[in-house]
């Protein structure tokens, strides 16, 4: 399978399951369609696996009319396996908007070093002071999503690897515990962490924690949720999602005070980490253009991107 697959299908994966949490995931003809509830366009996603054409129009409508109905905002996704001149014709034909132009980047996990989960978490992290690669301050990525995350926000702007700054780690903290999140109480840590951490208006907390309370914590399950904690305070969170030999990382964020200290870094290197002990061969993430460096200096690189389209609802 060529890596561009394994990104697409990664993502395929990780929307589907996010929509079957709440029995909110849809097909219309070839095109898929996921709800989340929340008002963010890119936690509601809808996408196809293969070139549209023209007698899809009625599908289009009736997408259209999926999230008017529910009063959502949402993104179509066009990914390279869709991208066809008359793919890209029928949705501005139907009104909808190019927004941008997003990268998908891989890592091989197997270019990590061998770690036991023992030696990853519940064990403190040194934080290595040092400078780590060039980062604009002014990298303006909505909600994180120079972190793969698909979360967006109008006009709350971010950075995503809080260690990595053109000033350096600004603060130390001499070690941080990081942890997988395995009941109520830690999951209730990891939606404080998150909800502050992204910036969600206090409108959506509600429809945030109705789809955050459906994330299972069976440690077999394929989504893993990540807390990391400095002097015990819980400043930072991951996501993990598993697809076989792959792995997507989502919801990657550090609480305002204490970005600039490394925290991020070890959190993602400890994500990735367990992916690799879980079987991953591969792990994968939508980044910003102005995020890019920052993951290639963990591993990552550009193999492709996903075009993004939105409409007024």
């Known amino acids: 399978m060529s890596l561009v697959r394994i990104i697409e299908d990664t993502f395929f994966s990780v929307c589907r399951c996010w929509g079957g949490l709440q029995n909110a995931f849809d097909s219309f003809g070839p095109i898929r369609a996921m709800q989340t509830g929340i008002g963010s366009a890119d936690l509601n996603m809808v996408w196809s696996e293969a070139p549209l ?64 989960p023992a030696e990853i978490f519940e064990q403190p992290h040194k934080i290595n002071n040092r400078h780590f690669r060039e980062y604009p301050n002014h990298l303006k990525v909505a909600r994180g999503h120079e972190c793969g995350n698909p979360v967006f926000s109008k006009g709350s702007w971010i950075p995503a690897f809080d260690g990595m700054t053109n000033k350096g780690v600004t603060q130390r903290s001499p070690a941080v515990i990081i942890r997988r999140v395995a009941n109520q109480e830690d999951l209730a840590l990891w939606k404080e962490v998150t909800f502050a951490g992204f910036d969600f208006p206090q409108s959506d907390r509600a429809s945030y924690d109705r789809f955050t309370d459906t994330f299972p914590l069976d440690p077999d399950s394929s989504q893993k949720v990540f807390l990391a904690l400095d002097d015990g305070k819980p400043v930072a969170a991951s996501l993990l999602f598993l697809a076989g030999d792959a792995a997507g990382l989502y919801f990657i964020t550090t609480l305002g005070d204490y970005r600039r200290r490394g925290i991020g870094r ?21 980044s910003s253009p102005d995020g890019m460096s920052v993951y290639e200096k963990a591993g990552f690189k550009e193999c492709c991107r996903v075009d993004i389209y939105g409409s007024q609802y």
């Open 266 to 286: 070890e959190l993602v290197l400890a994500t990735l980490q367990h992916a690799r002990a879980a079987g991953a061969r591969f792990a994968s993430l939508q």
């Open 53 to 116: 054409t023209r007698e899809d129009a009625p599908w289009v409508r009736q997408v259209q009319e999926y999230y008017e109905r529910a009063s959502l905002p949402y993104w179509w996704w066009v990914f390279p396996r869709a991208k066809t001149a008359e793919t890209i014709q029928l949705l501005k034909s139907s009104d909808y908007t190019y927004l941008l132009s997003m990268p998908c980047m891989l890592a091989d996990l197997d270019e990590l070093p061998a770690l036991t």
